[in-house]
């Protein structure tokens, strides 16, 4: 061993205590460097990624481990000592074969639902029922309307269920059955694949074996509507942009192909959650002593600038304080003050070790401070993990949805100057962008 070998061991901490929200690689990683005494570095590709962290007294190799797992990378060696974060194919591999077997399940649980659904209706829709049903839409929406005006979202968005109650979807339910999931799982994600009676070169046929479907469907939707003559039925599959969850959208055409009827299912085996509004759901407990976590304030004031629900108060206000921050998302982190500032605030709440990273995609819409326990929180996060070290690893269930800060900078900077984003601008932006979904 060498003096100078010797001497960067004795200079090397076995622990670190830092604490930091999401930050871009490069940055986070020479905050970690600076830590740890190693030379830390990360390939080109993982630029747009963010890292976070909340460390108190935490080992120095399990914490680079599980921030490697958290981007599903590895470290490599360089000669000159520097650890180098590179992607890691075989992690690639196993992730992959773990969410194609969570897609397979959640469509089960999906195909599992539309039998239970079609098992409490009649074998066909008789007059009477279409009656009963009208009264209920005609309930459904008055209390849908009364929600609205009182700004209550939890329940104005809740699913009750009026919907399945028709020709339509007791058909596409069928339907969607019969075609299976196999086929229905060979989509990429956010691809469409569109069924019809006389299908284009660009459609598929329906089975055979739905020509009774669909006769019952005429029949009864005949029933619903006396002046329905559809001529043309369409089935629609949109798989969504990441898991083995579907929308699934049938559609009637009459000879004038005017459409005479269309109605939805969601395959997201959660039909029966979606009939409990959002703030109404079980969630864990957790432990009865602990108090909600405290999230910080400018966290806080970044959700309310960016929220478009009319129950925040100075609204607009507080956008135009925070526009200038928000129009540079390079030097103002933009994921910093949305989850990653409850993951911080949760990891501090608990005591616990945290590092990992966030997806770029942001939806602030309808926030509204509801104040969480940390445990509460923890248990109702998918892609928190809790590994047998102790580590709270923050890790994406599903691929990262990341953009370029640079580009988005330049897009927001000359949509803000010109008063909107043209379609040149959007055209450009998505030719341009690596990301899978580049939204803004």
């Given at each position: 061993m060498t003096l100078a070998f010797a001497f960067l061991l004795a200079c090397t901490p076995d622990s670190i205590t830092i604490t930091f929200s999401a930050t871009p690689v490069p940055l986070a990683l020479e905050k970690l460097s600076q830590a740890t005494g190693h030379k830390l570095q990360a390939s080109a590709n993982f630029r747009d990624n963010v890292i976070l962290a909340r460390l108190k007294n935490a080992p120095i190799q399990p914490t680079l481990n599980h921030l490697a797992e958290s981007l599903t990378a590895k470290w490599e060696n360089k000669p000159d000592g520097t650890l180098l974060l590179i992607t890691d194919t075989t992690a690639i591999a196993l992730n992959k074969a773990q969410q194609e077997q969570e897609s397979r399940e959640k469509l089960a649980g999906s195909f599992q639902y539309l039998d239970k659904r079609l098992a409490q209706m009649p074998m066909e829709l008789?007059?009477?029922?279409?009656?009963?049903?009208?009264?209920?839409v005609e309930q459904d929406e008055k209390r849908r309307q009364i929600a609205k005006e009182n700004n209550d979202f939890a329940n104005m968005f809740v699913f009750t269920g009026v919907q399945e109650e028709t020709p339509g979807w007791r058909a596409a339910a069928k339907l969607v059955k019969l075609?299976?999931?196999?086929?229905?799982?060979?989509?990429?994600?956010?691809?469409?694949?569109?069924?019809?009676?006389?299908?284009?070169k660009m459609q598929s046929a329906f089975p055979s074996t739905a020509r009774t479907i669909l006769a019952q469907y005429r029949r009864e939707l005949g029933v619903f509507n006396p002046n329905a003559n559809?001529?043309?039925?369409?089935?629609?599959?949109?798989?969504?942009?990441?898991?083995?969850?579907?929308?699934?959208?049938?559609?009637?055409?009459?000879?004038?192909d005017t459409k005479i009827d269309h109605q939805y299912i969601r395959l997201n085996n959660d039909s029966d959650q979606m009939k409990i509004p959002y703030n109404q759901r079980a969630k864990p407990e957790g432990d009865s002593k602990e108090l909600p976590m405290t999230i910080n304030a400018v966290a806080l004031e970044a959700r309310e600038a960016l929220t478009t629900s009319p129950k925040m108060p100075k609204v607009q206000e507080q956008l135009a304080k925070w526009r200038l921050r928000i129009l540079d998302p390079i030097a103002f982190e933009p994921t910093q003050w949305h989850l990653s500032a409850s993951l911080i605030a949760m990891a501090e709440s608990l005591d616990r070790n945290l590092i990992g990273t966030v997806d770029d995609y942001i939806s602030s819409r309808y926030w509204a401070e509801a104040p969480e326990k940390p445990t509460q929180f923890l248990l109702t996060r998918r892609h928190l993990k809790e590994a047998s070290d102790g580590f709270i690893v923050a890790h994406p269930a599903n691929d990262l949805n990341m953009i370029s800060r640079e580009q988005a900078r330049a897009l927001l900077s000359k949509s803000y100057t010109n008063g909107g984003i043209s379609v040149d601008d959007a055209a450009a932006w998505i030719g341009n962008s690596s990301s899978k979904y580049p939204s803004v």
């Open positions: 008789d007059a009477k029922f279409a009656r009963k049903h009208k009264l209920r075609i299976g999931s196999d086929q229905l799982l060979k989509m990429p994600n956010n691809a469409t694949q569109v069924w019809a009676e006389a299908p284009t559809p001529s043309r039925i369409k089935l629609f599959a949109k798989r969504w942009e990441v898991g083995g969850a579907f929308n699934i959208a049938i559609t009637a055409y009459d000879p004038l």
